[in-house]
């Protein structure tokens, strides 16, 4: 094959790369909606080929990604990060908040409270 016509599906590809633990995850991911160079695909038989830049959701954020490699099989996790490069922006400014602990327990008062406020709320 030459170079020109190299390409795999875009849910093996994110199964190798190893964003996902199954291809079944990888394929829902592409069906939830992946960008690839910018333009949205919804199905996972979609093909990559080196130089694609994929854009997705990845645990709590977006993720960028340029395919480097497309990779003949699912390896170990260096193998699988030769396979990308990292293209996500750094967060900036957003430091990790803590969120404080409740001294104790909720009484039955705040639990009516909060239920109430919860009803309330659309």
Same mark, same amino acid.
């Given at each position: 094959?030459? @170079?020109?016509?190299?390409?795999?599906?875009?849910?093996?590809?994110?199964?190798?790369?190893?964003?996902?633990?199954?291809?079944?995850?990888?394929?829902?991911?592409?069906?939830?909606?992946?960008?690839?160079?910018?333009?949205?695909?919804?199905?996972?038989?979609?093909?990559?080929?080196?130089? @694609?830049?994929?854009?997705?959701?990845?645990?709590?954020?977006?993720?960028?990604?340029?395919?480097?490699?497309?990779?003949?099989?699912?390896?170990?996790?260096?193998?699988?990060?030769?396979?990308?490069?990292?293209?996500?922006?750094?967060?900036?400014?957003?430091?990790?908040?803590?969120?404080?602990?409740?001294?104790?327990?909720?009484?039955?008062?705040?639990?009516?409270?909060?239920?109430?406020?919860?009803?309330?709320?659309?």
């Amino acid at each position: 094959m030459s @170079d020109a016509d190299e390409r795999v599906r875009l849910d093996v590809w994110l199964w190798r790369a190893r964003f996902f633990r199954t291809r079944t995850l990888a394929a829902k991911a592409v069906a939830g909606g992946v960008r690839v160079n910018g333009a949205r695909t919804d199905k996972p038989s979609a093909c990559v080929r080196p130089g @694609d830049v994929l854009t997705f959701v990845d645990g709590a954020g977006v993720r960028v990604a340029e395919v480097a490699a497309l990779g003949a099989r699912r390896g170990p996790a260096a193998e699988a990060r030769s396979l990308y490069v990292d293209r996500t922006a750094p967060d900036e400014g957003h430091a990790p908040v803590d969120a404080a602990a409740p001294d104790r327990r909720p009484s039955s008062r705040d639990r009516r409270a909060l239920a109430a406020l919860r009803r309330s709320t659309p």
